[in-house]
């Protein structure tokens, strides 16, 4: 099944052409900070701004020539500019502008991640609410352990997904910072102030020191909580590939009415999409240890950082939106086989109700070690037999001289394991 992902936001910001409105931005917001403080004459940078214009293709051309990229930027500009050229760029660096601008792009490209996490939340919240009471069997190591149910599963989920956002709501607002400071951040040819009114005027904070660069922790720091997004969504890809194994089949990814599986066995239905997820998550990972990498830079800064993030940003950014409405498509056409999950919870005759029989037996008076071993020895021998546990036990003398056939009926009530999930849906949910 294909899943509804058509949108082009992200892909738009990190764009050539978005990206030279980002600097134009920038360079504009500079020019209406001279006027606040009354440097430049507020006729002139209100025509300025009607009259600036840039073409990427001359931007590319006169780049060729002069081989640095702001400068081809604001040559092309000022050819639209005339006389009213001697406004811009003054007192700035080139990091100025590119920084900056680069935490406007982030900023946009964060509130579509902000509220793809959203959309999964209530996805998962609706799912979680549909199967509060279908049973299914919990597992540890892979093996069955207790009966739960799918839906305190979901909300596992949901308590993961609502702190990741949490942490990535934070790294986006540590982020959200810009500087107009000049060569190495001294401020020797720009006062502080024009930085303080311009990042406020678009939004940003103003970092408490720069070294011509905003430093690159800012960056790995953000990196690292879209790592921690397509980590937690390969976690729960990985749960539904497992769940959708032929020898389990609790759940499956919705199968298309024209979809086909394998291009060899028709009886193929495969958990691609989750399995799709998981390879991009390994990408995610990976550019995050190249924003670790940008840290160490030389000296007050170098541009060794530069053609990294030209990759790693619009890629991981866009790779974690993609993610995420993918893993969201997959909640919304998710197929449940409550019945195959029942099914699986009454395997070899109820083993995972072990524990209640161990208690049992204790309560009744035999030391934890003794019961221990009366109750391991039925539920291996049904297990490795294919055989049944509670049958096993109503034929054990060990069992039956301390347990009546009523008290071991109730031991195996699946609805006991059930008296306090309302507790962890309040905990999760409200």
Same mark, same amino acid.
Request: net charge negative; hydrophobic share 40%.
């Given at each position: 099944m294909?899943d509804?992902?058509?949108?082009?936001e992200?892909?738009?910001?990190?764009?050539?052409q978005?990206?030279?409105?980002?600097?134009?931005?920038?360079e504009t917001?500079?020019?209406d900070?001279?006027?606040?403080?009354?440097?430049?004459p507020?006729?002139?940078?209100e025509?300025?701004?009607n009259?600036a214009?840039?073409?990427?293709?001359?931007?590319e051309?006169?780049?060729?020539?002069v081989?640095h990229d702001?400068?081809?930027?604001?040559?092309?500009?000022n050819?639209?500019?005339?006389?009213?050229?001697k406004?811009m760029?003054?007192?700035m660096?080139?990091?100025?502008?590119i920084?900056?601008?680069?935490?406007l792009?982030?900023?946009?490209s964060?509130?579509?991640?902000?509220?793809?996490?959203?959309d999964?939340?209530?996805?998962?919240k609706k799912?979680a609410?549909k199967?509060?009471n279908?049973?299914?069997?919990?597992?540890?190591h892979?093996?069955?352990a207790?009966?739960?149910t799918f839906g305190?599963k979901?909300c +596992?989920w949901i308590?993961i !997904?609502?702190r990741?956002? @949490?942490?990535f709501?934070?790294?986006?607002?540590? &982020? %959200?910072v810009? $500087?107009?400071?000049?060569?190495?951040?001294t401020?020797s040819?720009?006062?502080p102030?024009?930085?303080?009114?311009t990042?406020?005027?678009l939004?940003?904070k103003?970092?408490?020191?720069?070294t011509?660069?905003?430093?690159?922790?800012?960056?790995? +720091?953000?990196?690292?909580? !879209?790592?921690?997004?397509? @980590?937690?969504?390969e976690?729960?890809?990985t749960e &539904? %590939?497992h769940? $959708?194994?032929?020898?389990?089949?609790e759940?499956e990814?919705g199968?298309?009415?024209?979809?086909?599986?394998?291009?060899?066995?028709?009886?193929k239905k495969?958990?691609?999409?989750?399995?799709?997820?998981c390879?991009?998550a390994?990408?995610?990972?990976?550019n995050?240890m190249?924003?670790?990498e940008?840290?160490?830079l030389?000296h007050?800064?170098d541009?060794?950082?530069?053609?990294?993030?030209?990759?790693?940003f619009p890629?991981?950014l866009?790779?974690?939106?993609?993610?995420?409405?993918?893993?969201?498509?997959i909640?919304e056409?998710?197929?449940v086989?409550?019945?195959?999950m029942?099914?699986?919870?009454?395997?070899?005759g109820?083993?995972?109700?072990?524990?209640?029989?161990?208690?049992?037996?204790?309560?009744?008076?035999?030391?934890r070690?003794?019961a221990y071993r009366?109750?391991?020895?039925?539920a291996?021998?049904?297990f490795?037999?294919?055989?049944?546990?509670?049958?096993?036990?109503l034929e054990?003398?060990?069992?039956?001289?301390?347990?009546?056939?009523?008290e071991?009926?109730?031991?195996?009530?699946?609805?006991?394991?059930?008296k306090?999930?309302?507790?962890?849906y309040?905990?999760?949910?409200e």
């Amino acid at each position: 099944m294909i899943d509804r992902y058509s949108r082009d936001e992200i892909k738009n910001i990190w764009s050539q052409q978005s990206k030279f409105s980002y600097y134009l931005n920038v360079e504009t917001a500079v020019c209406d900070a001279y006027v606040q403080i009354g440097k430049f004459p507020e006729k002139d940078i209100e025509q300025l701004k009607n009259n600036a214009k840039f073409d990427v293709q001359r931007i590319e051309e006169i780049e060729r020539e002069v081989r640095h990229d702001v400068i081809a930027f604001l040559t092309n500009v000022n050819e639209s500019l005339g006389d009213l050229a001697k406004y811009m760029h003054v007192g700035m660096t080139s990091s100025d502008v590119i920084d900056t601008a680069f935490s406007l792009q982030i900023q946009d490209s964060g509130k579509i991640i902000l509220n793809d996490l959203n959309d999964v939340i209530n996805s998962l919240k609706k799912l979680a609410e549909k199967h509060t009471n279908t049973l299914c069997i919990g597992r540890s190591h892979g093996v069955h352990a207790e009966i739960m149910t799918f839906g305190l599963k979901v909300c +596992y989920w949901i308590d993961i !997904l609502k702190r990741q956002r @949490s942490n990535f709501a934070n790294a986006l607002e540590q &982020i %959200r910072v810009g $500087q107009i400071s000049g060569p190495v951040g001294t401020y020797s040819n720009i006062p502080p102030e024009i930085e303080e009114i311009t990042c406020a005027n678009l939004g940003l904070k103003p970092v408490k020191i720069s070294t011509q660069i905003i430093s690159r922790d800012y960056h790995a +720091y953000f990196m690292q909580s !879209l790592a921690m997004i397509a @980590s937690v969504i390969e976690q729960f890809a990985t749960e &539904i %590939r497992h769940l $959708q194994r032929t020898e389990v089949l609790e759940v499956e990814e919705g199968f298309g009415q024209n979809q086909k599986g394998s291009s060899a066995m028709p009886h193929k239905k495969n958990p691609v999409l989750s399995e799709n997820l998981c390879g991009l998550a390994r990408v995610v990972r990976a550019n995050s240890m190249v924003a670790l990498e940008n840290i160490p830079l030389w000296h007050e800064r170098d541009i060794s950082h530069s053609s990294a993030e030209r990759i790693i940003f619009p890629d991981s950014l866009t790779l974690v939106d993609f993610m995420l409405a993918r893993f969201n498509n997959i909640i919304e056409n998710l197929v449940v086989h409550e019945d195959n999950m029942l099914k699986n919870t009454d395997k070899f005759g109820g083993i995972v109700f072990s524990q209640r029989v161990l208690l049992k037996l204790v309560e009744k008076g035999l030391t934890r070690e003794e019961a221990y071993r009366v109750v391991q020895r039925n539920a291996l021998e049904a297990f490795e037999h294919d055989g049944n546990f509670k049958a096993n036990l109503l034929e054990d003398h060990d069992v039956m001289s301390r347990l009546t056939k009523k008290e071991i009926e109730e031991i195996f009530d699946k609805q006991s394991f059930l008296k306090n999930v309302s507790v962890i849906y309040k905990r999760v949910l409200e």
